[in-house]
């Protein structure tokens, strides 16, 4: 039996995909002191880990590639916090995909546009 291929939403380079810095920012919005990035090639398949300083606390996330593990991070420090804005539970999805229980999460989500990820209430006057 066949593997299936996984689709992907990340090309081929995605160190180039706008979301990369956006995603990177967004580490330092969450209240992050220090990012830092890097690979392991000792095995095989190379993995990438993003890591994120709070104070003397490190968060880690890894992938097989940059963009999908600084998505990652973003993933665990974003997803099931509180939106100090409209008080809703937040989440982070790194598309423009609409989202189940909009109304009930404040999701950060890519804006093409500003080429940054925005809250879900912002623009709401609150």
């Not at 081929?12 to 002191?33: I, N, Q, T, W």
């Not at 995909?97 to 009930?104: C, S």
């Amino acid at each position: 039996m066949r593997a299936k291929k996984r689709r992907s939403d990340i090309g081929r380079e995605p160190h180039k995909d706008p979301r990369f810095l956006a995603a990177v920012d967004m580490v330092g919005r969450s209240g992050a002191d220090q990012f830092m990035m890097w690979y392991c090639d000792e095995q095989k398949p190379i993995v990438w880990i993003a890591a994120a300083l709070f104070e003397e606390n490190w968060e880690c996330a890894a992938g097989m590639n940059p963009l999908r593990a600084v998505f990652r991070l973003c993933e665990t420090l974003v997803d099931g916090g509180t939106c100090v804005h409209c008080g809703k539970p937040t989440g982070f999805v790194p598309d423009l995909d609409p989202t189940v229980l909009g109304e009930l999460i404040c999701w950060y989500q890519w804006d093409p546009e500003l080429k940054t990820f925005r809250r879900g209430c912002e623009g709401d006057g609150k």
